[in-house]
């Protein structure tokens, strides 16, 4: 099993990263806005405006990382067939999946360190703020799959990879857009960050931010709620169909 | 392996098989014949398991990780090399040997370096049988291998197919060419208007629509239920 699924992700390394275009949108789009916004005027590069601004980027990055690179690309792989020849290759369509999101990871994490340099010589930051991009990175290797296990209910559903991008993108925004929500009620929250991966990104970073007092319940939750999508995940890459939508094998 | 009184409707009403009953012999190559629309690949597809396989109705085929399936479009991942895609299927199988392009299969060496998306038809045909018949697995499915091939290719990969049955594996293939399988190593079915309608060797079923040829014995045997 886990020779088959080295073998696989070296495969799909190497054609992932034969496509650069892949940088632009999880990369290139937002370092460069942020940098627009940092040199615009009224920008102010306090600590404070740091941790308000910069896990906003983070979630960006992950989201469209992983809808774009992992999600999207399931999608497709399935509408042309490659997921059907694949998975009779391995022997298993977990592995597929997983084959494919090892290599994000560590590409959606090159990402993000090279957008970190920016910020951090942008704000010139302190020791402290530089331990909290580093928590925060370490942390993106458990978040980025639980984010993937997040969005693979979308594998259950019969899209057609021409719809695929309008709904992701409207995916993308909303999550964006109800991602710094925060209610009074801890089962409203429980509620907003089980539904919304965008707010359990946020809330999971903020959990990181020094100063900021740790409640044990919000991190069980997240906890939960992580665990929660893992195992309902694997049993829908188990059962996603292998059968296009729009065209036959 | 045998499917009996299988039925199904497609969700646009037509009915795709209807008490449907296959014989397929384990020591031949057993090859799927029919007028195009007729539920070939579909029924490769539920032999697969692709298409949830009713246990009652499907009876002695192996379970999944136990099929090799070549698909009729034979997609496969336009940016990868061919050595990059036989090797990453050759660590997959575990064979604990180091693969090199040398041991490609003939004509395929010379585009070793090639991109899958750059090849042609035919090229991507070879390339995926010859993948699919280094999997280890009981049973091989092979929808129109020959399709797109030039006649030394299809004669080529038709042998690879044969070669397969040969040492024990369980085969079946659709076509819809004649010219390599004439022998009674081949057991073909006629699979037309939801049933099998002929289940025989070559011989036999050149005896039964009273010819000498083939494909004149396919349209007789076309003529006589479509």
Redesign the interface.
Known sequence: MI??L???S??ET??VL??KAIFLFTLLFPTVYFLFNAFTANSVHSVRNFYDVIPGFWTYMVLVGVINQITSAIVTMRE???L??FT?????KRLIYYANLIPQIFIIQAEILIFDVVAALVYRVDPAVIEFMALTWLANFLIIPIVSFFTSLILLAPVKVQTMGALMTGYVFLGLALAYISTGSFALNTVLAAINPGNFIIRAYILMIPGVPHHVSYLVMLAVVAVVYTIVSNVVISHMS??SST??? | MEITHFSCQLPDGRQLYDDLNANFADDKVNVLLGPNGAGKTTLLDFISTVNPRPAENFVGFPDFKQIAYQLQGVPFMAEATVFQTFKMVMAIENTNQQFSIADLPDGLTKVANTKFGKLSGGQKRLVIIDIISRLNRELYLFDEPESGLDPKMANRAIGKIHELNQQGKKVIMTSHQFQNITSDDYNLLFLENGKIRFTGTPAEFLEDQRTDNLVDAYIKQDGMTG
């Open positions: 020779k088959k080295y073998a696989l070296k495969f190497n054609i034969s496509d042309n067939n490659f059907k020849m009779f290759i391995a022997g298993d292998l059968n065209s036959r094998a």
